[in-house]
């Protein structure tokens, strides 16, 4: 009897020559400096790289709000660069969004993870963007536009202001925008705070429509008390200020990551680990939609949601792009 052979374990696939999509693919993380563990002082030459042809979702930001999980945030960091997002804001994290656990679940997305904007509140991250898009498991009772499923909102919300005018010209499109055209309140360019203040309710009537004052004078009087009640805890650095259950945070992020990259975007805004989002954070956005789930569990992890959600919009954009 011949012997058999002896048997080959090595992965296939994995060394240049065997696979000439994946060398192609190297190619192309050699060409935009992608790929491997970035430090903090080189992310910014690896940002917005993608140019022939730009990255599918550059008009899109992922926010992410009161994630308790480091760990979360690079795996959310990791979802955005495998989908050509490099847009990542934090909004009062409860945990260091940059240490190794964050870093080593991006996976080569470190960069996107060191270019993350942190803000102290949701209005602040949602400042220059066009349309925000709340994702939260129960939707009844609240004012944003409903979205009953992920395909009903691509359709709705199909990108921001860069991608409608991408639909309309083929060259390409600068997010950045004039001051003194910008739609956009502006921000300072020394801090990026805002301009004018922000309180509970700014956003929500710049993007309905509705007077700065308010029309109701039972609205204004209310407005006026929670831009008080926000400024007197700002100003109190001692002020134990409780929100869920825990003590929020002052975050001091260098002006170019509070800033983004670019306005006018579409953002996604997923909530808290356990507790989601709050009523007053889902009505700060035009729509609101739940993903689909069975009847097992109630929900998705925030991590699992952000895969979905950008993997939908990634092929609606390939889709197109194929036609």
Not at 37 to 57: C, T, Y
Not at 62 to 75: Q, W
Not at 268 to 283: A, H, K, P, S, Y
Not at 289 to 317: D, F, K, M, N, W
Request: charged content about 35%; some cysteine.
């Amino acid at each position: 009897m011949v012997a058999d052979a002896p048997r080959d374990d090595k992965p296939r696939h994995n060394r240049r020559g065997d696979n000439a999509s994946r060398d192609r693919f190297a190619d192309t993380l050699r060409e935009s400096h992608s790929g491997g563990r970035i430090s903090k002082r080189d992310f910014k030459s690896h940002l917005g790289k993608l140019s022939d042809p730009p990255a599918a979702l550059r008009d899109v930001t992922v926010v992410l709000v009161g994630t308790k999980k480091a760990g979360n945030v690079g795996a959310i960091a990791r979802a955005c660069g495998s989908f050509e997002a490099e847009d990542l804001r934090v909004v009062s994290p409860r945990c260091d969004p940059k240490t190794r656990a964050s870093l080593s679940a991006a996976k080569g997305a470190q960069h996107i993870v060191h270019g993350a904007g942190v803000y102290d509140t949701l209005e602040d991250a949602l400042l220059d963007v066009d349309k925000a898009v709340a994702f939260h498991v129960w939707c009844d009772g609240l004012e944003p536009e409903r979205a009953r499923d992920v395909d009903a909102l691509i359709k709705t919300f199909p990108g921001g202001r860069g991608f409608l005018s991408r639909a309309k010209k083929d060259d390409e499109v600068n997010f950045e925008t004039d001051e003194e055209t910008s739609p956009y309140p502006r921000r300072d360019p020394d801090t990026q705070n805002p301009v004018v203040p922000l309180f509970v309710g700014a956003r929500r009537a710049r993007i309905r429509g509705v007077s700065g004052v308010g029309e109701d004078a039972n609205e204004t009087r209310e407005d006026e008390a929670d831009k008080k009640k926000n400024d007197e805890a700002k100003n109190d650095e001692t002020s134990d200020v409780v929100v869920h259950g825990w003590r929020r945070r002052s975050h001091v992020t260098e002006p170019a990551n509070r800033a983004g990259r670019g306005s006018g975007k579409l953002a996604l805004v997923f909530g808290r680990e356990v507790e989601g989002l709050t009523d007053d954070e889902v009505n700060a956005c035009d729509a609101v939609c739940a993903i689909p789930t069975g009847r097992l569990i109630e929900s998705l992890s925030v991590s699992h949601a952000a895969v979905i959600i950008l993997s939908q919009y990634y092929q609606s954009r390939r889709g197109g792009e194929e036609e």
